[in-house]
Each structure stands twice: as structure tokens, then as C-alpha cells.
């Protein structure tokens, strides 16, 4: 069982950088994929960047290719998404995920287990 909590959204303006955070209970937070999604309004949730559990590889989706990072402390039990030159299209809820597919980094919401509450992210024009 893990339980993931995010944190770090907010309001800022376009070419602003944010943070995103999501700290994982249990002790098997290094067998997981990470990945991170996001949903906005009247749109379905959306894949944004996934990291394997040896931190070896990562994906991210083409519209945040270049601006985003995600990485992992696993001595934290902690993944991070780096939000670089956000665009106001970036806006939504941003959620964490775990997937027991820890060697592969999938991009469809159901191969993940576990999800946390979600963390909004606006920017403003």
C-alpha cells in the first residue's frame, strides 16, 4: 500500500516556474514507477512524465518536452515534477501516481495504483 500526498501548486504567470512535490508513505516506494498527470476542466486526465524506479529512465509527453522534469529521491520517498516556462495551457490539477510497473514507464492512467489527491497549478496570461 502507498499513500502519495503533493504539494507545491499555485497561481503564477506565464514563463514562471513551479515545483511540484509527492511524498509516498510505505517502504516500497522504490519498487514503483512515479508518474505525474494532469486534468483540466472538461478535459480527461492527460499524462505529463513518468520516471522508472531506478531513476534509469524517464518519459514525458511531447507538450512538456524540454520545460518539465521529473525526478526522485527514493531516500525521501519523494518524486518532483520541475515546471519550467509554464504556459497557460500548463494550468490543471496535477496529480501523482504509482505504478507496479516499476522497470517500464507507462502512460495510461490505469496502470497505475495508487494516486494522490491532486495539486492545482494555475498561470495566468
Known amino acids: 500500500q502507498v499513500q502519495l500526498v503533493e504539494s507545491g501548486g499555485g497561481l503564477v504567470q506565464a514563463g514562471s516556474s513551479l515545483r511540484l512535490s509527492c511524498a509516498a508513505s510505505?517502504?516500497?516506494?522504490?519498487?514503483?514507477?512515479m508518474g505525474w498527470f494532469r486534468q483540466a476542466p472538461g478535459r480527461e486526465r492527460e499524462f505529463v512524465a513518468a520516471i522508472t524506479s531506478s531513476t534509469a529512465n524517464t518519459l514525458y509527453a511531447d507538450s512538456v518536452k524540454g520545460r518539465f522534469t521529473i525526478s526522485r529521491d527514493n531516500a525521501k520517498n519523494t518524486a518532483y515534477l520541475q515546471m519550467n516556462s509554464l504556459k497557460p495551457e500548463d494550468t490543471a490539477v496535477y496529480y501523482c501516481?504509482?505504478?507496479?510497473?516499476?522497470?517500464?514507464?507507462?502512460?495510461?492512467?490505469?496502470?497505475?495504483?495508487?494516486w494522490g489527491q491532486g495539486t492545482q497549478v494555475t498561470v495566468s496570461s
Open positions: 501516481a504509482a505504478s507496479g510497473y516499476g522497470y517500464y514507464t507507462p502512460v495510461s492512467p490505469v496502470s497505475y495504483n495508487y
Open positions: 510505505g517502504r516500497t516506494f522504490t519498487s514503483y514507477t
